[in-house]
Antibody
């Protein structure tokens, strides 16, 4: 069974750093890309960027480039999303999603989401 | 950047047909995917490559794509179909994924 299991909810203060994770199982982790998707409270889905776990090639949305870093450790089938300095506006639910090796492919499996709350 | 436009809300009576549109410039030349998101849950893929259904998705869900509009059609709507629905495409000019703003389906 394909699963993407994300790390638990986080509460942080502005300026703090954070890394959340997404562990894949039930499939070959390096045969699919992983994307991260943000959903702010009461809002829609926003694509943040993706990584190819086989070579760690990344592609970011301009809206998130420079503010977050996407990485992966293929040895433990885990992708990461990290911030070096959080802002209150980073408060959101973050999902990872799997995509076949094709940019036009769908996101066929999603993680359960990680809620990040940034508040002083 | 490529923009996808969805109506904010669609309402339909149980047993009727709901149609949710996704507008974009020449979207018919792109592959469109649709996701269902119920409150407090992660999105679920319901239609991929315009009109294909993943296993486990009822035949009541169908999709089409032509010209400047893609459409998700839900036949014989049930109360359990009440959710937010999002369309998604790949913008080849920027190599970025794009989501529509989402449509809240209300079953009356």
């Amino acid at each position: 069974e394909v699963q993407l299991v994300q790390s638990g909810a986080e509460v942080k203060k502005p300026g703090e750093s954070l890394r959340i994770s997404c562990k894949g199982s039930g499939y070959s982790f390096t045969s699919y890309w992983i994307s991260w998707v943000r959903q702010m409270p009461g809002k829609g889905l926003e694509w943040m960027g993706r990584i190819d776990p086989s070579d760690s090639y990344t592609n970011y949305s301009p809206s998130f480039q420079g503010h977050v870093t996407i990485s992966a450790d293929k040895s433990i089938s885990t992708a990461y999303l990290q911030w070096s300095s959080l802002k209150a506006s980073d408060t959101a639910m973050y999902y990872c999603a799997r995509q076949e090796y094709s940019s036009s492919a769908s996101f066929d499996y999603w993680g359960q989401g990680t809620l990040v709350t940034v508040s002083s | 950047s490529y923009v996808l436009t969805q109506p904010p809300s669609v309402s339909v009576a149980p047993g009727k047909t709901a149609r949710i549109t996704c507008g974009g410039n020449n979207i018919g030349s792109k592959s469109v995917h649709w996701y269902q998101q119920k409150p407090g849950q992660a999105p679920v893929l319901v239609i991929y490559y315009d009109s294909d259904r993943p296993s486990g998705i009822p035949e009541r869900f169908s999709g089409s794509n032509s010209g400047n509009t893609a459409t998700l059609t839900i036949s014989r709507v049930e109360a359990g179909d009440e959710a937010d629905y999002y369309c998604q495409v790949w913008d080849s000019s920027s190599d970025h994924q794009v989501f529509g703003g989402g449509t809240k389906l209300t079953v009356l």
